[in-house]
T-cell receptor, first 113, second 112 residues
Framework: DGGITQSPKYLFRKEGQNVTLSCEQN?????MYWYRQDPGQGLRLIYY???????QKGDIAEGYSVSREKKESFPLTVTSAQKNPTAFYLC????????????FGPGTRLTVL | KQEVTQIPAALSVPEGENLVLNCSFT??????LQWFRQDPGKGLTSLLL?????REQTSGRLNASLDKSSGRSTLYIAASQPGDSATYLC???????????FGPGTRLSVLP
């Protein structure tokens, strides 16, 4: 079955540590996205990538980094510079030609202790 | 900059009621608008996608309308069921954007 997988589902880290969230898709989608969701708020865009080896900052990129070395993978690193990293992180992908038709992964809940 | 709001923030209704969820956006130059459902701790499931040239979309008990000129969309749920309990998110794709701008969501509880 085609889809988006995110791992792990739950992640706990100590303050000051970097952590990497995994996102993999087998849909052959060109574009991939990372969103952050906080309670009572909508999703906010962190980074997106429309093609391999290229990515752009979203609205809240500070304290995060990404890479896009393969079409199917778009890992997100939450660095120690992110002041409030505890949140629910969602990855999405879409066919570049079908603007707005995004498929979402199941999410990773990151808790920084 | 596009901003999306949703009213109400939370809604609790008895089973069987018809209900309306509201979404407002500030910039009418939209490409499309999408309604999503999110269960607690889960990802998003697409419910209805309305292109800018369309006025409404229907799927089963769900009907979504779009009025670009007033910057509004509504999601109508007929004959609500306890299984409809979830958070409903409205998202707007602008003509010039590459990603959705999301509203904060409406948390719906349908009581048996």
């Amino acid at each position: 079955d085609g889809g988006i997988t995110q791992s792990p589902k739950y992640l706990f880290r100590k303050e000051g540590q970097n952590v990497t969230l995994s996102c993999e898709q087998n849909l052959n989608h060109d574009a991939m996205y990372w969103y952050r969701q906080d309670p009572g708020q909508g999703l906010r865009l962190i980074y997106y990538s429309q093609i391999v080896n290229d990515f752009q900052k979203g609205d809240i990129a500070e304290g995060y980094s990404v890479s896009r070395e393969k079409k199917e993978s778009f890992p997100l690193t939450v660095t120690s510079a992110q002041k409030n990293p505890t949140a629910f992180y969602l990855c999405a992908s879409s066919i570049e030609s079908e603007k707005g038709a995004e498929n979402f992964g199941p999410g990773t809940r990151l808790t920084v202790l | 900059k596009q901003e999306v709001t949703q009213i109400p923030a939370a809604l609790s209704v008895p089973e069987g009621e018809n209900l309306v969820l509201n979404c407002s956006f500030t910039d009418s130059a939209i490409y499309n608008l999408q309604w999503f459902r999110q269960d607690p701790g889960k990802g998003l499931t697409s419910l209805l996608l309305i292109q800018s040239s369309q006025r409404e979309q229907t799927s089963g008990r769900l009907n979504a309308s779009l009025d670009k000129s007033s910057g509004r969309s509504t999601l109508y749920i007929a004959a609500s069921q306890p299984g409809d309990s979830a958070t409903y998110l409205c998202a707007v794709m602008s003509n010039y954007g590459q990603n959705f701008v999301f509203g904060p969501g409406t948390r719906l509880s349908v009581l048996p």
